[in-house]
């Protein structure tokens, strides 16, 4: 009965601890309330719910993760499907005390149903304004993925996409995501579409994964780095690599239950999460695929505090501290500061540790 209690208090805590979301795959974050809409619109795809979700527990091969999001782009592939998705992952952040979400999605074309990449974009930013129109508490902006798989060409498509959206989505896209399975590919053949997209104004945040291909992609460098889950030396990166993110002062987007299920590292306690904080390096907490990995901000923070002893002080300090690390311009920054200040509990203690194991 105690235990229950001081669970649900925790609980609380996490849920209104306002939150900044960097690292969200639309596809992936869609929830299992959502996908049983999406399985009633398209019955003849026989698709089940088990196939779109790593549950509790379960650990899959990151291979089998991407077979994962292959039967999620089955159920998502008009226009009417998009808008729902999205204003339902908008809807679902914001109820799970995100203040600011920066969403990402690959633009995908689908011939059968007449859905264009163009269309894509659109329908994405146009559930953006609907929730914002709707009185939403939450600041919602768009970063334009690259899937590897797709090679250069339609890397450099994505970019042009991305530049023209950027110029007239007024302020709603701001970024560029290079994403998919990074067994596939090699970074040096997307360079030149990277590099145009900083050149033009784009943010970029990237996955790395592999040690060659990470040099060469820090020395653009990004803006941000997904993962990073190869970069130390003690998982098979160097110190070189991590000279470079640490002197540029490159965030890292950290996700934590992503990682594991994955497998892309062993455990909870071992994930690098605590290396970079213990740098003192800037680390985000993020999702991922909160969908696909059951999973919501507000556990993966309490998931973080729970495995690395954060006191509730510095669970605050780390979500503040993630405003820094957005891509939208300054004035916005000042404005979701100031809404952490608003929303700072009265009395908040230095010693206040966290009462729940998840
Ligand atoms: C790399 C990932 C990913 O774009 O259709 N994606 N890429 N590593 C990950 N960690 C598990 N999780 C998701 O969302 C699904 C797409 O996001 C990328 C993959 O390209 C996947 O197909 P969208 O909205």
Known sequence: MFASVMENEADVF?????????????????????IEKLIVRKPHLNI????????????????????????IHQLVDTEEDILMVATDVIKEFAADGVKYLELRSTPREEKNTGLSKKGYVETIIKA?????????????????????????????????????????????????????????????DLLPALQRAKNCGLKLSLHLSELEESDLLLNLPP???????????????????????????????????????????PS?????FEYWYQLGHPSVICTDDKGVFCTDLSKEYQLAASTFGLSREAVWKLSQQAIDCIFAPDTVKQQLRQKWVDLQP?????????????
């Open 14 to 34: 996490y849920r209104e601890l306002p939150k900044v979301e960097l690292h969200a795959h639309l596809n992936g974050s869609v929830s299992s309330q959502t």
């Open 48 to 71: 089940e719910h088990s196939m779109t979700a790593i549950g509790k527990g379960q650990r899959r091969t990151l291979d089998e993760c991407f077979q994962v999001f292959k039967v």
């Open 128 to 188: 953006i304004q609907q929730c914002k129109n709707e009185g939403e508490d939450i600041d919602v902006r768009f970063l334009v993925a690259i899937d590897r798989r797709n090679g250069t060409e339609v890397a450099m498509e994505t970019v042009k996409l991305a530049e023209e959206f950027m110029l007239s989505s007024g302020g709603l896209v701001v970024g560029l995501d290079l994403s998919g399975d990074p067994t596939v590919g090699h970074g040096k």
């Open 223 to 265: 803006d941000r780095i997904g993962h990073g889950t190869f970069l130390h030396p003690e998982v098979g990166g160097s110190q070189s690599l991590v000279d470079k993110v640490v002197k540029n002062n490159i965030p890292l987007e950290l996700c934590l239950t992503s990682n594991v299920k994955g497998q892309t590292v």
């Open 268 to 272: 909870y306690s071992k994930h690098h």
């Open 346 to 358: 009265q009395q908040q203690t230095c010693n206040d540790n966290v009462e729940t194991s998840v």
